[in-house]
C-alpha cells in the first residue's frame, strides 16, 4: 500500500531560489504528514516557526541522548564541562492488570518522559516524532528498552514489561539482535518482555520485517499490536505475524456505557482473538462501570488510570514487595549503575 503526502509553495511568495522554494515545500510537507498523511499543504510563514522550533528541540534530543549514553557507559561527564543541560529522560510505568481473580497486575509498560531543565516535564506526543524524524529513535527506544528490562528483573517472575517500538525501529534488519543483547545484559528472561507495535510498522509487508518479529518470538519475547481499531485492524495482520496480543484502543473504551457500538467492537475483537489465542487488553480504562462491563466482555487484561496512572518507578507500588524480598534496594529510574 503505497500513499502520499504533498507540501506545496508558491512562487514568488515564498523565495526566488530553488533552495528556499524547496525548503518551503518540505515544510509544507512535513505539515501535511503530520496532519495525518494522505493530505497536501500550503507553505505558511507561521509553519516556518514551527520547524525552527522542531529543530531546537531535536537538538536538545539529541545532547541528552549523548549524555545518557555517556553516563551510563562509562566514567562521569567531564564536571567542568560547560554543556547546557536540557534535562534527561525518564521511563514511567503505568500497570496491567488481570481481569479475572481479583484485578491483580499482571505486568507494566513502560512510558517515556523527558523532564525537561526549562520546559518542564514532556510526554512522548511531544518528542517522539522530533525523535522519529531526527533520526533518534534507535538511541531513544533502546535506552527505554534498557531501563524497562533491568527494572522488570526485581519485580515478581510472573509479571511481564511491554516497551513501544517505532516502525522505524523494526526496519532494522538485525533489531531482533539487538534486543536479545540488551535482554542478555540485564538478565530478563525474554518471555518476561513484551514489544508493542503498531499496524503501521507491519503494512509494509516488509519480508524483513517478518523475519525480525519470527526471530523474537522465536526465543520468547512477546509481539502484541497497539491501538488495535484504528488503523487498518487487517485480520490477515493477526494471521501472519502470529501475535500474542491485542490492545484494544481507548477510544473503544470511552463508547461504553453510550448509545454507538464500543460493546459489540469489542465483543467481535474480544471473540475473534480468543478463538485464536490471543490475549487482549483494554485500554483506557477509566471506571468501575468500564472495568466490569470488560471483563464481562472477555478481555484477558486492563490497563488505564482507574487502576493506575503511568507513575515514575519508585512509585510503582505493587511490585515493591518482590524487590524488598529479594533483598534488593528500589532504585530510581536511570540511577541504576
Ligand atoms: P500508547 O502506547 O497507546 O500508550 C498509552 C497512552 O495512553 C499513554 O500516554 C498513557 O498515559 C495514556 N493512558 C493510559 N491510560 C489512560 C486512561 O485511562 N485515560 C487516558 N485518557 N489516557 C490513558 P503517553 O504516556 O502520553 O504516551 C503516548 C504515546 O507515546 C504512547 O501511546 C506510545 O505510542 C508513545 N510512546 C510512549 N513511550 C514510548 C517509547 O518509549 N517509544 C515509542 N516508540 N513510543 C512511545
Ligand atoms: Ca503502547
Ligand atoms: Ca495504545
Not at 508558491?10 to 501535511?32: F, K, S
Not at 495482520?237 to 500474542?244: A, S, T, V, W, Y
Request: proline share 4%; with cysteine; charged share 25%.
Amino acid at each position: 500500500r503505497v500513499g502520499g503526502s504533498i507540501g506545496v509553495t508558491v512562487v514568488p511568495d515564498a523565495g526566488r531560489n530553488a533552495d528556499d522554494i524547496m525548503r518551503y515545500a518540505d515544510v509544507a510537507l512535513y505539515e501535511a504528514k503530520m496532519g495525518g498523511r494522505g493530505q497536501w499543504r500550503l507553505y505558511s510563514p507561521s509553519m516556518d516557526g514551527g520547524r525552527n522550533a522542531r529543530d531546537i528541540l531535536k537538538n536538545e534530543l539529541r545532547e541528552v541522548l549523548a549524555k545518557g549514553a555517556a553516563s551510563s557507559a562509562g566514567p562521569p561527564s567531564d564536571p567542568i564541562a560547560t554543556k547546557p543541560d536540557f534535562g534527561s529522560l525518564e521511563v514511567y510505568y503505568q500497570t496491567v492488570h488481570r481481569a479475572e481473580g481479583g484485578y491483580a497486575a499482571s505486568g507494566a509498560e513502560a512510558l517515556v518522559r523527558w523532564r525537561h531543565s526549562q520546559r518542564g516535564l514532556l510526554t512522548p506526543a511531544s518528542f517522539i516524532p522530533v525523535a522519529e524524524e531526527g533520526g533518534l529513535i534507535d538511541a531513544l527506544g533502546f535506552w527505554v528498552l534498557r531501563e524497562a528490562c533491568r527494572a522488570a528483573c526485581k519485580w515478581p517472575d510472573d509479571t511481564f514489561v511491554a516497551v513501544n517500538v517505532s516502525p522505524a525501529q523494526l526496519r532494522r534488519p538485525n533489531f531482533a539482535e539487538e534486543v536479545f543483547a540488551v535482554l542478555e545484559e540485564s538478565g530478563l528472561p525474554p518471555s518476561r518482555l513484551e514489544l508493542e507495535l503498531t499496524e503501521s510498522s507491519l503494512i509494509e509487508d516488509n519480508s524483513d520485517v517478518y523475519s525480525v518479529l519470527k526471530s523474537l518470538r522465536s526465543r520468547g519475547v512477546q509481539i502484541s499490536l497497539d491501538d488495535f481499531g484504528t488503523g487498518f485492524s487487517c485480520l490477515s495482520h493477526l494471521m501472519r505475524f502470529d501475535i500474542d496480543r491485542i490492545k484494544i484502543d481507548r477510544s473503544f473504551v470511552s463508547l461504553l456505557g453510550t448509545k454507538a457500538n464500543g460493546a459489540a467492537i469489542i465483543g467481535a475483537i474480544v471473540a475473534l482473538s480468543r478463538n485464536l489465542g490471543i490475549s487482549t487488553t483494554a485500554e483506557g480504562v477509566e471506571t468501575e462501570y468500564q472495568r466490569d462491563f470488560l471483563a464481562a466482555l472477555g478481555c484477558t487484561d486492563l490497563q488505564g488510570y482507574f487502576f493506575s496512572k503511568p507513575v515514575p518507578l519508585r512509585e510503582l507500588g505493587c511490585f515493591r514487595e518482590a524487590e524488598s524480598a529479594a533483598g534488593l534496594l528500589t532504585t530510581a529510574s536511570g540511577a541504576v549503575a
